[in-house]
């Protein structure tokens, strides 16, 4: 079974960037599509991205031009790359997979804050 693991959570001011990464303990292969979704405080669980075998990629409307996604299957590894960050980007961010059935990551924790 495939564990992700995601890192590169923190505090950044707004404007900032960062770079999340999600390592998954085996094959990203057969996962299709992988996302990243997000909860902030008090609230629910929402998709950020998600990308497909092909390429294809869908973002949440609060993120376009702002994130990028990107997956390496030579490296097992899922990024978001976050510009032009928000306060409104506080959340916990999970790393995604699906193959018969979702995978999901423990999740990291970044805030958005001067």
């Known amino acids: 079974q495939v564990q992700l693991v995601e890192s590169g959570g923190g505090l950044v001011q707004p404007g900032g960037s960062l770079r999340l990464s999600c390592a998954a303990s085996g094959s990203i292969g057969g996962f299709n599509p992988m996302a990243w979704y997000r909860q902030p405080p008090g609230k629910g669980r929402e998709l950020v991205a998600r990308?497909?075998?092909?390429?294809?990629?869908n973002y949440g409307d609060s993120v376009k031009g702002r994130f990028t996604i990107s997956r390496d299957t030579s490296k097992n590894a899922l990024d978001l790359q976050m510009n032009s960050l928000k306060p409104e980007d506080t959340a916990v961010y999970y790393c995604?997979?699906?193959?018969?059935?979702?995978?999901w990551g423990q999740g990291t924790q970044f805030t958005v804050s001067s």
């Open positions: 995604n997979g699906y193959y018969l059935r979702n995978y």
């Open positions: 990308i497909f075998k092909g390429g294809n990629t």
